[in-house]
């Protein structure tokens, strides 16, 4: 067994010029550890099945009826202008026993309250309306 007491020369003894990884590597396996414990607890989740939207160019019918509510929340039937909700329930209930019904597309303002678009889907749904749909302004960024 031998054992080094430094140079045989009697000199300065030499710098060590490593650096001691130990705590840097204990510090990271900390932190490891930490991040692994903490992260499925900050993701948890109640699993639901999310709808996929699907960018399908709108179809336009003939019979399709356009109703627009305006950022005032007046209501157009295609393009005539509705005195109030009860008119555009009785145009709907008018449409209702059609064979095949037509859909009923809305077209809202964007500066419009929901509660003007609530009332037009409340009244599609009171006159029996199946297929209601909402048009949009196609997004151009993405192109």
């Known amino acids: 067994m031998s054992m080094s007491v430094g140079s045989p020369e009697g000199g300065d003894d030499e710098v060590m010029a490593t650096i001691n990884t130990t705590p840097l590597v204990d510090v990271m396996l900390v932190m490891l550890i930490i991040f692994l414990i903490t992260i499925p607890v900050v993701v948890k989740t109640i699993p639901v099945e999310l709808p996929t939207a699907s960018n399908i160019a709108t179809i336009t019918k003939p019979e399709n009826i356009v109703i627009a509510v305006d950022r005032d929340g007046g209501v157009y039937w295609n393009d005539a202008l509705l005195p109030d909700y009860a008119a555009l329930l009785e145009q709907l209930k008018g449409i209702a026993p059609l064979t095949p ?6 077209r809202g303002d964007g500066l419009t309250r929901f509660e003007a678009i609530g009332k037009v889907i409340v009244s599609c749904q009171r006159a029996g309306i199946l297929k209601v749909g ?5 997004d151009l960024s993405n192109r």
Not at 101 to 106: A, F, R, S, W
Not at 134 to 138: A, S, V
């Open 101 to 106: 019904q037509p859909e009923i597309h809305i």
């Open 134 to 138: 909402f048009i949009t302004q196609p």
